[in-house]
């Protein structure tokens, strides 16, 4: 089955810099890779998502970009701010399997004012 | 929260007694999921559903059996809980088809003494 790593396992970062976090995954099938953000005490909330046709994708401050290739995909934060401190996790699916979602391990973010 | 309410939110039980985990879903989506999170291993998913009395086994499905009578709800059972089975769950629901993303809940976290 499909396996995930995320790298690194924690992140701190001063207000203002970029933040990177990086997935790599094995099954070359996959060919959906959301993000999500988990806030203390609540559920995992989808940020941004691409699909295997996509180079790269962004959201105001958030990106992500996907090298097919290579198997790894990319969150960049950038310009961060006190309530991007969370845990992100990646993830990766294959759509036409029920969309099972096989997640990275988590990178914890804090961000230092 | 994509109207998904899990009950209980917390238990705490003992080795060997049966406990059930409920996810009602509000808007009649035909896929769900329940995943568990632990530290270091992201969220990995337990059984899914694709309708009604249709269901199938994720990567950890071992010790847990799941039923979907109705549309809404989605029932996870432990029939003897184990140490092992300490953890957080989340219910996730897909909102659409193909490679839609995966709406989560808030979570039950579930302690096995």
């Known amino acids: 089955g499909e396996n995930v790593e995320q790298h690194p396992s924690t992140l701190s970062v001063q207000e203002g810099d970029s933040a990177v976090i990086k997935c790599t995954y094995s099954d070359s099938a996959s060919n959906y890779f959301p993000w999500y953000k988990q806030e203390l005490g609540k559920g995992p909330q989808l940020i941004i998502d691409?699909?295997?046709?996509?180079g790269e994708k962004k959201d105001q401050r958030i990106a992500v970009t996907l090298n097919k290739t290579a198997k790894h995909f990319s969150l960049h934060i950038t310009e961060t701010q006190p309530e991007d401190s969370a845990v992100y996790f990646c993830?990766?699916?294959?759509?036409?399997?029920?969309?099972?979602?096989?997640f990275g391990g988590g990178t914890r973010v804090l961000v230092k004012p | 929260d994509a109207g998904i309410t899990q009950s209980p939110r917390h238990k705490v039980t003992e080795t060997g007694t049966p406990v059930t985990l409920r996810c009602h879903q509000t808007?009649?989506?035909?896929?769900m999921y329940w995943y568990r999170q632990d530290p270091g291993h992201g969220l990995r998913l337990i059984h899914y559903?694709?309708?009604?009395?249709?269901?199938d086994k994720g990567e950890v499905s071992d010790g847990y059996s799941v039923s979907r009578s109705k549309t809404e709800d989605f029932l996870l059972t432990l029939e003897s809980a184990t140490s092992s089975q300490t953890s957080v769950y989340f219910c996730a629901i897909r909102t659409g088809e193909g490679g839609s993303p995966l709406h989560f809940g808030n979570g039950t976290r579930l302690t096995v003494t």
């Open positions: 691409i699909r295997s046709n996509v």
């Open positions: 808007e009649n989506h035909r896929y």
């Open positions: 559903s694709y309708g009604v009395k249709d269901t």
């Open positions: 993830a990766a699916s294959i759509t036409a399997a029920g969309n099972k979602l096989t």
